[in-house]
């Protein structure tokens, strides 16, 4: 594949991450972000720009053989700061490809977009079973995200891949985490069987590590080619030593969406 991959949100956590390790991989990056990188690395080009700035993303698209878009406010806040960041920003990412004639686009979705869903007691949940149920402002610019990508995958015959993210941090710090967390190294592996899958069409996949409590189907994700490396349950000890064991019947852990569910995640509590 020519060109490099343009990456939205590049100077941010996943970012970060997958600045680190998509090189490894044989993908050659564009790197974009609102603030300037403090760390540009060998052979990364480096594009200063604001996501929402659609003539900005077009210049910063040309040439790219695919985008990966991760730019965005990353928790719930206002709405007016929300739809213009994560539904605008989302907007712009697509048409910048559209028009430059991207084929292909991996949407940083997350599981808040279907955050007020039951957690499967027992069993797995796949993503077809878990239709847009926002649990924030912050979700419904992501169920908006996962509806751009449908359209642009539907009307222009583009590929698009919508990453609904678990809780990716260098290690779980919350026994939720012990069943979301998504590992760096996973974040890198997710992300190239998103951009190598042959010809995935509109997909919707969810993004969580080989975690022993996982309640989350990876079969749609291991279809596109990603082979989880971690399992958060070796950090299980410390963590229920730490905060307890998880009360199922608490709305944390009986709720995909966890503590973004809870009346402290009013978006009125955000400025
Ligand atoms: C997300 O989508 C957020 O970006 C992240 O900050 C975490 O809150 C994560 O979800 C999670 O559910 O743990």
């Not at 077809?128 to 751009?148: N, Q």
């Not at 190294?185 to 951009?195: I, R, T």
Request: net charge negative; aromatic share 8%; hydrophobic share 45%.
């Amino acid at each position: 594949m020519s060109g490099p991959v343009l990456l939205t949100g590049a100077g941010g956590r996943i970012g970060t991450v997958l600045r680190g390790g998509l090189p490894e991989r044989g993908w050659a990056l564009r790197s974009l972000d609102v603030a300037p990188l403090t760390d540009v690395r060998p052979g990364e080009e480096e594009v200063v720009a604001d996501v929402t700035d659609l003539a900005a993303v077009l210049d910063a698209v040309a040439g790219a053989s695919a985008v990966v878009h991760l730019a965005g406010v990353s928790g719930e806040s206002t709405w007016p700061v929300i739809s213009h960041a994560n539904i605008e920003g989302t907007y712009c990412a697509l048409e910048a490809a559209r028009r430059a004639g991207v084929e292909r686009v991996v949407l940083a979705s997350s599981n808040h977009a279907t955050g007020y869903t039951p957690r499967p007691d027992g069993g797995l949940l796949r993503e077809v079973d878990a239709p847009p149920r926002p649990d924030t402002y912050y979700g419904v610019s992501k169920v908006a995200m996962e509806a751009l990508g449908s359209l642009y995958a539907d009307r222009y015959g583009m590929d698009v891949v919508c990453l609904r993210i678990g809780s990716a941090f260098p290690e779980p710090t919350t026994v939720r985490m012990l069943a979301t967390w998504l590992s760096p190294g996973d974040q890198v592996g997710l992300v190239d069987a998103a951009l190598r899958a042959p010809s995935p069409g509109f997909a919707v996949v969810w993004g969580v590590s080989a975690n022993t409590r996982n309640w989350w189907d990876l079969t749609a994700a291991r279809a596109l080619g990603y082979e989880p490396a971690d399992d958060a349950e070796v950090f299980a000890e410390a963590l229920v030593e730490a905060h307890g064991a998880p009360d199922p019947a608490d709305p944390v852990h009986r709720l995909v969406g966890g503590q973004y569910t809870l009346p402290e995640f009013d978006a009125e509590h955000f400025s």
